[in-house]
């Protein structure tokens, strides 16, 4: 599998030679469901939380006696069926977040960037370079890149006026090549790598695709 290279006019370069056993195999929209399910599980913050009837206000004193009235029995003020009532089995604060194989997280990410190139919407450029640290340079570089609704640019060490100039662009996203997620590419329309952040993710996965050659054809 061969990409493009272009430059930062989005003339072509060169080529990017891909190895078909790291990007060339089944892509397991499952896989990459449960990596992205993971990483929201991990960004919650889980703070929801109720008050039990120990905690509302109000006094714990019974508010009649129990025979004799006519009317139903009650406890107390903080009974979870009055108004005001505590909460029964209601939501308390907890992590969401569960363990996810290193090999599985790395796994989605392969058959996400293997989905995108197969669609065609992944851009390699030789160098992510920027004149100066300017929102205007940045959105132009982008849109001669190709850059859609989302997008999601990817360098080895981005450098500071590039982070500067692209902070402030919507539906731009700017991770390390060693940062980003399946749901980073999931999330994305358009993929603008640079070639050195591409050639360092298809070593990273070749290492731990635990993938045979026979799933890979």
Excluded: C
């Excluded at 109000?58 to 009650?74: C, F, H, I, N, P």
């Excluded at 979870?80 to 996810?100: E, H, I, N, Q």
């Amino acid at each position: 599998m061969t990409l493009d290279i272009v430059n930062v006019r989005n003339e072509k370069v060169g080529a990017l030679d891909l190895n078909d056993e790291v990007f060339g195999g089944r892509v397991r929209s499952s896989l990459i469901w449960e990596a992205v399910r993971h990483e929201q599980a991990e960004s919650r913050a889980g703070t929801h939380a109720t008050k039990s009837r120990g905690m509302v206000q109000g006094s714990g004193r019974k508010l009649w006696k129990q025979k004799g009235t006519g009317r139903a029995r009650v406890s107390d003020v903080r009974n979870p069926l009055w108004r005001k009532g505590g909460t029964v089995f209601g939501p308390s604060p907890r992590d969401y977040g569960y363990a996810l194989p290193r090999k599985m997280a790395k796994g989605a990410l392969r058959d996400a960037i293997t989905q995108k190139i197969r669609e065609g919407k992944v851009v390699v450029v030789d160098a992510l370079v920027v004149s100066e640290p300017r929102t205007r340079v940045a959105a132009q570089l982008l849109r001669q890149l190709g850059h859609t609704r989302k997008t999601l640019v990817i360098d080895v060490q981005p450098e500071d006026a590039l982070v500067l100039s692209t902070r402030n662009l919507p539906g731009v996203r700017l991770v390390p090549a060693n940062r980003v997620t399946a749901r980073d590419v999931v999330d994305s329309t358009t993929v603008i790598a640079s070639k050195a952040a591409l050639s360092r993710l298809q070593e990273a996965l070749g290492e731990a695709t635990g993938r045979s050659r026979s799933e890979a054809s």
